[in-house]
């Protein structure tokens, strides 16, 4: 079992910054990947941007690219999403999410067999 708890939302305004973070627990020994989702008021969940555990790899959604960073903290259980330049389109509930499985796409919601609470993020014009 792997718990996930996120932390670092809140309400910005637009251009600002922001750092997300992810603490993980438990068997984190058998994660595989570990990735950021946001969903929007209506909207599915989305895939923003993963990091292999072993932190060697990175993905980003087109979005998310040139603006988010993903990376691994000191505290090697905690993952980090830094969001800059936030947009009021980047509102959403984020969502850390940890896979175990070595197969499926690392940008696949259903990829993914442990989740977070989210953290509410609100971007103002």
């Known amino acids: 079992q792997v718990q996930l708890v996120e932390s670092g939302g809140g309400l910005v305004q637009a251009e600002s910054s922001l750092r997300l973070s992810c603490a993980a627990s438990g068997g984190t020994f058998s994660i595989n990947f570990l990735g950021w989702f946001r969903q929007a008021p209506g909207k599915e969940r989305e895939f923003v941007a993963a990091?292999?555990?072993?932190?060697?790899?990175?993905q980003y959604s087109d979005s998310a690219k040139g603006r988010f960073t993903i990376s691994r903290g000191n505290a090697q259980n905690t993952v980090y999403l830094q969001m800059n330049s936030l947009k009021p389109e980047d509102t959403a509930v984020y969502y850390c999410?940890?896979?175990?499985?070595?197969?499926?796409?690392?940008?696949?919601?259903?990829?993914?067999?442990?989740w977070g609470q989210g953290t509410q993020v609100t971007v103002s014009s």
């Open positions: 999410a940890a896979t175990t499985y070595y197969s499926g796409s690392y940008s696949y919601a259903p990829s993914y067999n442990y």
């Open positions: 990091i292999r555990w072993s932190g060697l790899s990175t």
